[in-house]
Every structure is written in C-alpha cells, then in structure tokens.
C-alpha cells in the first residue's frame, strides 16, 4: 500500500469530489486516483511554446487585429457537430 498523503482544497471542491466518488461507487482517494491515471502524463509546453504566446501576446498589444468573443464561441460551438469547420475554413 503507498504511503497516504493530505491535501487541503476548499469546500466546494470537496463537496464535488465527495459526490463524484459517491456516484462512481469510489472513496475520494481511488476517484482521485483513477482521474490521474486516466488523464495520463503531464502535458508539456512544445519546446518554444512559451515564445510563440510571448510574440502573439506583444503582436495583441501592438495593436494587432484580434478576433471578438462572439465570432470565437459561434465557431466553439461548432465543435463536435457536423457543421464544424478547422478555424482557417470559418
């Protein structure tokens, strides 16, 4: 059996967690468990990632053109339906 540690998070996401395991059958520590192992392997920045937001962050603030919220959530709720187009066709 591995060794047993604490972690505090706050009320609501405990009470959320507590459900989860409740309606999965689970104790919040075999829930927390299962979600790790099936999320898998931290995901990592590509290499130069951090550099290509730095520069599209500095391009926005340079005045750039930027698409609206409206135009990015009709194409967000494209998602998973037939209508669905890559970003580049919209």
């Known amino acids: 059996m591995a060794a047993?540690?604490?972690?505090?998070?706050?009320?609501?996401?405990?009470?959320?967690l507590e459900q989860r395991a409740a309606d999965s059958g689970l104790s919040v520590a075999d829930l927390l468990a299962k979600l790790v192992t099936e999320l898998g392997p931290r995901l990592e920045a590509a290499?130069?990632?951090?550099?290509?937001?730095?520069?599209q962050w500095q391009a926005i603030k340079a005045g750039e053109p930027t698409v609206s919220h409206p135009d990015a959530v009709r194409w967000l709720d494209t998602w998973g339906t037939p209508g669905f187009e890559s970003w580049a066709k919209r």
Request: aromatic residues 4%; hydrophobic residues 25%.
């Open 4 to 16: 047993r540690r604490t972690i505090e998070v706050d009320g609501t996401t405990a009470t959320a």
């Open 47 to 55: 290499p130069g990632g951090f550099g290509e937001l730095e520069r």
